[in-house]
């Protein structure tokens, strides 16, 4: 079973920078997809970035030039780097990750909270 553990979390300023990280344990697998979501308050779950196997990225548009995702395949895991952080963030990110071998998997969650 594969396991995914979240850092990175917590209370930012306006403008300010966070990075969040997730790590898959359990597997020795590579992924097909390595992802981040993100949930806010009232609002349903939406996609803020991707990444292939191959390295090819896919963005929000909400967050295109401000958050760069990234992955390392021999540690299984994948990085969030929020630049220029804005309260519209504020929500719950999940660590998404799926190999067609085990399936697809979430991360429970961390909390980021953007407020001056």
């Known amino acids: 079973q594969v396991q995914l553990v979240e850092s990175g979390g917590g209370l930012v300023q306006p403008g300010g920078s966070l990075r969040l990280s997730c790590a898959a344990s359990?597997?020795?697998?590579?992924?097909?997809?390595m992802a981040w979501y993100r949930r806010a308050p009232g609002k349903e779950r939406e996609l803020v970035a991707r990444i292939s196997s191959s390295g090819s990225t896919n963005y929000a548009d909400s967050v295109k030039g401000r958050f760069t995702i990234s992955r390392s395949n021999a540690k299984n895991t994948v990085n969030l780097d929020m630049n220029s952080l804005k309260s519209e963030d504020t929500a719950v990110y999940y660590c998404?990750?799926?190999?067609?071998?085990?399936?697809?998997?979430w991360g429970q969650g961390t909390q980021v909270t953007v407020s001056s």
């Open positions: 998404y990750v799926y190999n067609g071998l085990f399936g697809d998997y």
């Open positions: 359990g597997s020795r697998f590579s992924f097909d997809v």
